[in-house]
């Protein structure tokens, strides 16, 4: 097993994806990076021009700031009604940060890299896997390779298990990445790792209101940690699913765009279909796990990180089966 699995590793690193991918983490992560920072020196600009302040800013005026701009977004008439109940739970956050002496405007490195999760972990994270698993079963049809690697005397479980177990591999390496990339580049912009910050996660919300009874304090590194544990297991929902996809399809484009067409799809249920009670049980519903811990408003009903957490579950067991049975009974050979 672990030749079979060195050997799909082999291929996967000789395809080069993970070196392309690996070049988009990096670009990407240098441009958000050097984003935030002129957006942060932006909104110290403007602060200084409304006030009569000079030299360092406390964090504590920008919060104050920042809370007073939410509020008059709030008020203002133009605003969408479906729209208030998020900016609420927004003030909410932001006054119990400044309330408990919780910094949340001051970019760091460990800042920055939970952020990148945040905003990947839905959108950026799922097309990352997808391009390591896309192929990794029908595009030994599209190479027509698939004969002379079923001619081994190895049965076919063990073939299928190899491959799995390498992309397990390397969506693990993704991850890392992520984190590695994010937490050195962003240091390097903001001159400022902020690993033993504190950090508040536990935040909940319905109706507009935010529940503060579970919050708990932890470190920003504590924080990072888990919030990039939760991706590398969206990557490995993500990952189970594009492969399973690729062992009911024979072509490699067909393989990721389905998945592509999953994903935004998933998207547009949620804005135009939010109120139908079944859209929760769709993967693509659920992959914004993270949204939990940070009390993010979420319009539909009854869910929750340990519900979207075993939705996602169920849909990668049930792929992981599909994909076993399906390769060991179809005619492969054709």
Request: charged share 10%; aromatic share 12%.
């Amino acid at each position: 097993m672990l030749v079979l699995v060195k050997n799909e590793i082999n291929k996967i690193l000789y395809k080069r994806k993970l070196l392309l991918i690996s070049a988009i983490i990096l670009i990407l992560v240098s441009l958000f990076a050097y984003g935030q920072n002129y957006q942060y020196q932006n909104t110290l600009n403007k602060y200084l021009k409304t006030t009569t302040q000079s030299g360092d800013i406390p964090w504590q005026s920008l919060q104050k700031q920042q809370i007073q701009d939410l509020k008059n977004r709030l008020n203002r008439p133009d605003t969408p009604d479906e729209s208030k109940p998020s900016i609420n739970i927004q003030i909410q956050q932001n006054q119990y940060y400044l309330d408990n002496n919780i910094n949340p405007i001051t970019p760091s490195a460990a800042k920055f890299s939970v952020k990148l999760m945040e905003q990947s972990i839905s959108v950026l994270l799922p097309l990352l896997i997808i391009l390591l698993a896309g192929d990794s079963v029908c595009g030994e049809f599209s190479a027509k390779t698939i004969k002379v690697l079923l001619t081994r005397a190895v049965p076919r479980w063990k073939i299928l298990l190899s491959k799995y177990i390498a992309l397990l591999i390397m969506f693990s390496i993704v991850i890392l990445e992520m984190a590695l990339f994010s937490i050195l580049i962003s240091g390097l912009f903001f001159n400022n790792w902020g690993f033993n910050e504190p950090v508040a996660t536990g935040f909940s919300s319905a109706s507009g209101t935010l529940d503060v009874s579970n919050v708990i304090k932890v470190t920003e590194l504590q924080y990072l940690i888990l919030v990039y544990s939760l991706g590398w297991f969206v990557s490995i929902v993500i990952g189970t699913i594009s492969f399973m996809i690729s062992v009911l399809v024979r072509n490699t484009a067909t393989s990721i765009g389905i998945m592509m067409a999953t994903l935004v799809g998933g998207g547009f249920l949620r804005l135009f279909l939010n109120d139908w009670p079944s859209i929760k049980y769709f993967f693509a519903i659920n992959l914004n796990l993270p949204q939990y811990l940070t009390g993010s408003y979420t319009p539909i009903s009854g869910m929750s990180l340990i519900f979207s957490t075993l939705v996602l579950l169920a849909w990668a067991i049930g792929a992981f089966i599909v994909s076993f049975v399906v390769f060991l009974k179809q005619d492969v050979l054709v």
